[in-house]
């Protein structure tokens, strides 16, 4: 028999293991994306979770484009409404 790896919070519970989030022990269903945000956010109390990281988590074999996709997009927005 194995542990599961479960946080409490106000009414929720979620149970990092199997994916599970619990309202009050009613399940709630959350996509995968958003289970993985709400997972790395309970991984780190207290602490700020960069959009880098993130981006790492939801997206790894592709973050660094994914970064440099969101950080040029604006300037190259800019650049051709000038013209």
């Not at 780190?44 to 994914?66: I, M």
């Amino acid at each position: 028999m194995t542990d599961h790896r479960i946080i409490r919070f106000g009414v929720f519970q979620v149970d990092l293991d199997s994916g599970e989030l619990f309202r009050s022990g009613v399940k709630v269903k959350l996509a995968d994306q958003p289970f993985q945000i709400l997972t790395m956010l309970l991984e780190h109390p207290g602490e700020v979770v960069t959009r880098e990281q993130l981006c790492e988590r939801l997206w790894p074999v592709d973050a660094s484009f994914q970064y440099r996709w969101f950080g040029t997009r604006g300037s190259s927005r800019k650049r051709v409404t000038r013209s």
